[in-house]
């Protein structure tokens, strides 16, 4: 019986361990030995011919003016025939008829789907420039379509879109300027923080592009925006005028040097009469020393301009009004040496109490009762070597009232003491019981 079923189990065995095209599979299970890397896959001859067949199907419609009809044509090859070498040419038409029906984000979204399924295509530069054509639409002010109703422009979708290019192809040719419209997108929306950043990223990134000049520019424009919009907003003004002068330093022979020579014009301008301002508020609220830090601030940066000689006249006057000491910068009173000293560990106590690990001043604790225990030694003083008496000189055996004390070197030994008495010594041997 173990003989014949034995003989049954061999051939099954060998016929399901081979790796052949004809390898039993039962219920999905594979064969010992066999790859188990997933095969590449691969259109056959004939769906390539059947996809073939329909690309020129669909063109013949599209070129006849049938643009529904072609669309879906081409949509059922992209879907059905996906790894045909028809697919991303189908895909490109997708997106061509689209554009031309009007429905320009839908187009947008298929080009996009071309650049997520065949980065390496052949057609891959006409969509990204397809794409660009798009945006640069809705950055011009192409209405938003919603439900196909038009609305107002979006921006908001232009920046989406160059920042898909972007990160779709961050070193295709037109990357550069995709990231520089992001920045005017930003600009039309209201957002001049973020336009700032895309800016930057552009002469960041792409430093030897061209357009990394008009992005220099353009961040000192912005800034030169912000600081028109404000106030009183030094900062920005400053912000301003230094990237004016690093574009002219970076771009001489730039068109654009007139205007930004022009724009630190102004903005000085602005900042002269911002500080003279500022002088004015503090010489008239009386805090005349506040008001002098300001104009000799005019005399410093603008020495020449009339700003800067109504500062000199007035610093004249002041001091002939209050006297000099007065307007001098510095504390308001000497410190004698014992408040300097006072002030010095004050700020050393701050510093102390600033530490990670301060926990806080000492505390001294009240003294414990007195229990009778001896008491541990806690105080600093208490602490110290411990120093042993001397050893002791007479002869501990001696009676130390007979004033007998041991000849000679302490440390020999004792004479021999007499042996003990009979009484006193046990006899070697019990004695023996009467028989």
Avoid: C
């Avoid at 081979?18 to 299970?29: E, I, K, Q, R």
């Avoid at 961050?170 to 929306?189: C, D, I, M, S, W």
């Avoid at 000099?324 to 102390?352: F, N």
């Avoid at 130390?400 to 046990?426: A, H, I, M, S, V």
């Amino acid at each position: 019986m173990r003989k014949s079923a034995l003989i049954l189990a061999i051939p099954l065995a060998a016929l399901l361990a081979t790796p052949s095209a004809g390898a039993v599979d039962l219920f999905g299970w594979k064969p010992f030995g066999a790859d188990k890397k997933a095969v590449t896959k691969s259109a056959t001859p004939r769906e390539e011919a059947a996809a073939a067949d329909d690309l020129r199907r669909g063109e013949a419609l599209e070129n006849q003016g049938s643009l529904s009809s072609a669309l879906k044509v081409f949509r059922q090859i992209a879907k059905s025939y996906e790894l045909t070498a028809a697919a991303p040419k189908a895909q490109l038409h997708v997106g061509h008829i689209l554009a031309r029906q009007g429905d320009y984000d839908t187009a947008f979204k298929a080009y996009t789907e071309y650049t997520t399924k065949y980065p390496r295509g052949t057609d891959f530069d006409t969509v990204m420039q397809a794409q660009f054509n798009i945006a640069k639409m809705y950055l011009g002010g192409q209405k938003t379509k919603i439900l196909g109703v038009r609305l107002g422009p979006s921006y908001k979708r232009a920046e989406e879109m160059f920042g898909e290019i972007v990160k779709r192809a961050p070193f295709h040719h037109l990357a550069p300027t995709a990231q520089f419209n992001v920045g005017q997108a930003l600009e039309k929306q209201g957002n001049p923080e973020g336009a700032i950043a895309a800016y930057k990223e552009v002469i960041t990134r792409y430093a030897g592009d061209p357009v990394a000049d008009d992005a220099q520019y353009q961040l000192g424009y912005v800034r030169y925006r912000v600081a028109q919009d404000g106030s009183n907003d030094q900062a920005a003004r400053q912000q301003a005028r230094e990237s004016f002068e690093e574009f002219v330093n970076r771009h001489p022979r730039s068109e654009k040097v007139p205007q930004a020579q022009q724009n630190i014009k102004v903005l000085t301008g602005a900042e002269i009469k911002g500080t003279l301002g500022i002088a004015k508020f503090y010489d008239k609220t009386k805090n005349y020393k506040a008001a002098v830090v300001y104009y000799n601030e005019l005399l410093r940066n603008a020495p020449g301009s009339p700003e800067s000689e109504l500062a000199r006249k007035r610093i004249g006057e002041l001091k002939n009004l209050v006297g000099a000491d007065v307007l001098r910068a510095g504390p308001e009173k000497a410190q004698s040496g014992e408040m300097a000293l006072e002030h010095r560990r004050a700020q050393a106590r701050v510093d102390v109490a600033s530490r990670p690990d301060f926990n806080g001043p000492y505390i001294p604790l009240p003294p414990l009762p007195d229990d009778g225990r001896p008491k541990l030694r806690t105080t600093p003083g208490a602490i110290g070597p411990v120093t042993e008496p001397a050893l002791p000189t007479g002869d501990p055996l001696q009676d130390p009232l007979g004033g007998r004390t041991r000849p000679g070197n302490p440390l020999l030994p004792l004479p021999t003491l007499p042996p003990l008495t009979d009484d006193l010594n046990p006899s070697p041997e019990p004695p023996k019981k009467d028989q």
